[in-house]
T-cell receptor, first 112, second 114 residues
Framework: NAGVTQTPKFRVLKTGQSMTLLCAQD?????MYWYRQDPGMGLRLIHY???????AKGEVPDGYNVSRLKKQNFLLGLESAAPSQTSVYFC???????????FGPGTRLTVT | DQQVKQNSPSLSVQEGRISILNCDYT??????FLWYKKYPAEGPTFLIS?????DKNEDGRFTVFLNKSAKHLSLHIVPSQPGDSAVYFC?????????????FGKGTKLSVKP
């Protein structure tokens, strides 16, 4: 099993460019999450999904959109990247009834 | 307003000694607490958890203590090993919260010196 994987691992964008981060899981997670981690800020929730076809806003959703067309994939989109979105992005998931979230390895994004 | 606080950004401990990492919370609705460990360039990995109906949970060298009246939990690592050097995040979940969303602290960087 691959677990939770994220694509790409690294990316550099120019201000105003768009991109999509892909999270894929083969752990049958019903719930999936996108976090960002910034120095001294811990992990902050961007958006989450409680099942296929559903999405909801987290703590810091502005500037991001998400989609969950298939249960195993959760996509995070940046329509017009800004330097403030320079961060490390983590995807996570868990099954119904479980609290322990399983994280992917992260995507390091730099916006210049 | 931070609901989960880890007031020590860093901690240095000698190998073989005890490491104690602390976490305070403000939301009395939190009913489940977790500790995650994170190495550089990797995702966080689940370490240990505790339900609010317990005051202690032990797993090998790792023990989590919960003091609900003080809204405080701590992670004890005994004995500490150099491989324990990592950032440790405390996280909490609230009953009736949004489908198990976790609130994370800012993390404590543990350095275990040989």
């Amino acid at each position: 099993n691959a677990g939770v994987t994220q694509t790409p691992k690294f990316r550099v964008l120019k201000t105003g460019q768009s991109m999509t981060l892909l999270c894929a899981q083969d752990m049958n997670h019903e719930y999936m999450y996108w976090y960002r981690q910034d120095p001294g800020m811990g992990l902050r929730l961007i958006h989450y999904s409680v099942g296929e076809g559903t999405t909801a806003k987290g703590e810091v959703p502005d500037g991001y959109n998400v989609s969950r067309l298939k249960k195993q994939n959760f996509l995070l989109g940046l329509e017009s990247a800004a330097p403030s979105q320079t961060s490390v992005y983590f995807c996570a998931g868990h099954r119904t009834g479980g609290y322990e979230q399983y994280f992917g390895p992260g995507t390091r994004l730099t916006v210049t | 307003d931070q609901q989960v606080k880890q007031n020590s950004p860093s901690l240095s401990v000698q190998e073989g000694r005890i490491s104690i990492l602390n976490c305070d919370y403000t939301n009395s609705m939190f009913d489940y607490f977790l500790w995650y460990k994170k190495y550089p360039a990797e995702g966080p990995t689940f370490l240990i958890s505790i339900s609010s109906i317990k005051d202690k949970n032990e797993d090998g060298r790792f023990t989590v203590f919960l003091n609900k009246s003080a809204k405080h939990l701590s992670l004890h690592i005994v004995p500490s090993q150099p491989g324990d050097s990592a950032v440790y995040f405390c996280a909490a979940s609230a009953e009736g919260g949004s489908q198990g969303n976790l609130i994370f602290g800012k993390g404590t960087k543990l350095s275990v010196k040989p």
